[in-house]
């Protein structure tokens, strides 16, 4: 191989999943909308349906960057092991060795964060959740999605990947801002906590945010924690993750330490950074045209992937 080549390629990816719910009632969630029998009809065939164009998105995120599936994919929108297990023994996935790491949550709809691994290149040394300490005004919990930290090891080096689904914008951007500041600052907790053991730490945060990079939970993120954001570059009038009243957001991100710009010999480096949105994922025709091919409008169902496109990173080894 020629010196200016790099050696390896790796895809880490994150992607909301869009209530990735089976058919079945949990009396612990509020999973009401998602049963055969509610006004959204979530009957089996519906769901393999999803599972199935899933495991197929997931198989080409980043193929045109590196010939391979991704490495490590963060979601987030899960119900449970269920789900995943069925995901990953799909028809695009099944044959590659993936693995998750999943913790229930306390989220009121029971929705979650996980984490897919090829765990024949990513080694797990270590996996924890936090949880996210947010209260309503009248001092009852807000209870959400905890954050997922796992620990492992890529080409010999040692990675931290934290996995996050921040408070939603429900109820107005300004007056759930504090929410997304209280997740904001709970991550920084976890980033101190892992740089006093290791200085030199790498790390990624990915996650859907419900933020844009400019907003002032992401832009507290990245300043208290020395983070760098490729994100900053990607969204414009035309292009982001999710779409909603004809503009476009992004709210799904990975955040990196600085250190990922060494280029030293056999160390992970950062390479390129992506919205994934092949024309597969996107609505063909129609006043909505190039936004995300959703599964539901509301209780219309439209039997598309996600109201999210995927965002990846590409790191290398030199």
């Given at each position: ?30 999973d ?23 495991g ?14 991704p ?12 789900v ?7 028809t ?12 229930d ?5 029971g ?9 024949d ?47 939603s ?14 997740a ?66 992004l ?16 160390k ?37 992937y996600?109201?999210?496109?995927p ?8």
């Open positions: 191989m020629p010196d200016n080549l790099p050696k390896q390629l790796y895809t880490v990816a994150f992607y909301n999943l869009e209530n990735l719910f089976d058919i079945y009632d949990d009396e612990m969630t509020n009401n909308d998602f049963l055969p029998t509610s006004a959204k009809r979530w009957t089996h065939k519906r769901y393999q349906n999803k599972i199935r164009k899933l197929y998105s997931i198989s080409r995120i980043g193929l045109e960057n590196t010939n391979n599936l490495t490590i994919i963060g979601l987030a929108e899960v119900e449970n092991s269920f995943l297990d069925d995901l990953l023994n799909s695009h996935l099944k044959d590659f060795p993936y693995d998750y790491i999943h913790y949550s306390p989220d009121e709809r929705i979650d964060v996980a984490l897919v691994f090829n765990k290149v990513f080694t797990i040394e270590n996996s924890e959740t936090f949880p996210v300490h947010i209260y309503d005004e009248d001092g009852s919990i807000d209870y959400t999605r905890d954050i997922l930290l796992v620990t492992g090891f890529i080409n010999n080096e040692r990675i931290h990947i934290l996995v996050n689904h921040w408070p914008r429900h109820g107005g951007e300004t007056t759930t801002e504090i929410k997304r500041i209280t904001a600052n709970s991550v920084t907790d976890i980033i101190n906590t892992i740089k006093n053991e290791d200085s030199h730490a790498k790390i990624i945060v990915t996650g859907d945010f419900n933020d844009d990079p400019y907003s002032n939970s992401i832009k507290k993120l990245v300043s208290d924690n020395n983070l760098y954001n490729p994100m900053d570059t990607l969204l414009s009038d035309t292009l982001g993750t999710t779409s909603h009243n004809f503009s476009w957001s709210f799904d991100q990975i955040m990196i330490s600085t250190n990922f710009f060494e280029t030293k010999a056999d992970l480096s950062l390479k390129s950074t992506h919205i994934f949105n092949a024309d597969f994922l996107r609505q063909f025709h129609g006043r909505y045209k190039d936004t995300p091919f959703r599964t539901y409008v509301g209780k219309k169902y439209k039997g598309g996600s109201d999210h496109f965002v990846y990173m590409v790191l290398k080894t030199n």
